[in-house]
Nanobody
């Protein structure tokens, strides 16, 4: 059974940084695309960044380009999201997600981790 477990959320002041991690287990993820989504109160869940597990050019939403970096973590089967220059608009629940390459929908989701940026 596939499991995605996020960690690293919390409260940070505007201008600060946080690093989110997603630990994936349950299968080999080499053919998967890993992503981070976020959902702010009253808003739809949107994709923030994504990365093909075995390499390639990452995707970033325009709102986070130049500030966020998605990468494979040092630990096996982990994906990280480094978030710098955070602002109040980044406040949301952040979710790790995975899908098989070739599928449009993300099949697996983590439980989410709260990120709150105080201004």
């Amino acid at each position: 059974q596939v499991q995605l477990v996020e960690s690293g959320g919390g409260l940070v002041q505007a201008g600060g940084s946080l690093r989110l991690s997603c630990a994936a287990s349950g299968r080999t993820f080499t053919a998967y695309i890993m992503a981070w989504f976020r959902q702010a109160p009253g808003k739809e869940r949107t994709r923030v960044a994504s990365l093909r597990w075995n390499g390639g050019i990452p995707y970033y939403a325009d709102s986070v380009k130049g500030r966020f970096t998605i990468s494979r973590g040092n630990a096996k089967n982990t994906v990280s999201l480094q978030m710098n220059s955070l602002n109040a608009e980044d406040t949301a629940i952040y979710y790790c997600a995975a899908r098989t390459a070739g599928r449009e929908e993300y099949e697996y989701w983590g439980q989410g981790t709260q990120v709150t940026v105080s201004s």
